[in-house]
């Protein structure tokens, strides 16, 4: 990826809807050599998908909670099927295998604590679970679906991050 390539990932992840010319004159592209570099960071899984963000509070659905989880139980078929049925719950935005003291971290978007109790319920339900911890966020501060993306500098070309990304 050269830095072309990186100016044109910020923009989409700013916003993906600019159309080929538009990020191609701000790059200092052409529409086809933009197309077609767009088409290659697809094909190499750099750009995953393109999606729209939708508001959450707009939609009614208020309440966030991180909820650790703590299982006694490590082994492939457990996970498998512990990952399998919390992969297919809606509520669940983003689930993580971690390490430390907590084995898996969930974030969740409901509606409200009605809502959460009714998916604590589904969840604890699953497999057997050692211990979930429930933490309700007051307030949003940050959040951003853009990945701070490297620069290329003068000495070798070595990737850093960029400044405020």
């Known amino acids: 990826m050269d830095s072309i390539d990186l ?15 538009a990020i191609g004159e701000r790059v200092g592209l052409s ?16 750009i995953d998908r393109r999606v729209a963000v939708l508001d ?3 939609l009614g659905l ?14 492939r078929d457990w996970l498998e099927r512990f990952a399998e049925t919390v992969a297919s719950m809606p ?28 998916f604590y319920k589904r969840l604890i339900a699953t497999l057997p679970l050692k211990n979930v911890t429930s933490r309700f966020a007051m307030e949003k501060v940050k959040s951003t679906t853009a990945l701070p993306l490297p620069v290329a500098t003068s000495a070798r070309h070595s990737p850093r991050l960029a400044a405020g990304a």
């Open 7 to 21: 100016k044109i990932l910020a923009l989409l992840q700013t916003d993906a809807t600019l159309s080929i010319a």
């Open 31 to 46: 529409q086809t050599p933009c197309w077609k570099r767009i088409q290659r960071l697809e094909a190499d899984g750099v």
């Open 56 to 58: 959450p509070v707009k």
């Open 62 to 75: 208020g309440l966030t909670v991180f909820v650790s989880i703590e299982t006694a139980d490590h082994s």
């Open 91 to 118: 509520e669940v935005l983003e689930f993580y295998r971690m390490a430390g003291d907590v084995d898996y971290m969930l974030r969740v978007v409901v509606a409200d604590m009605q809502a959460y109790d009714a």
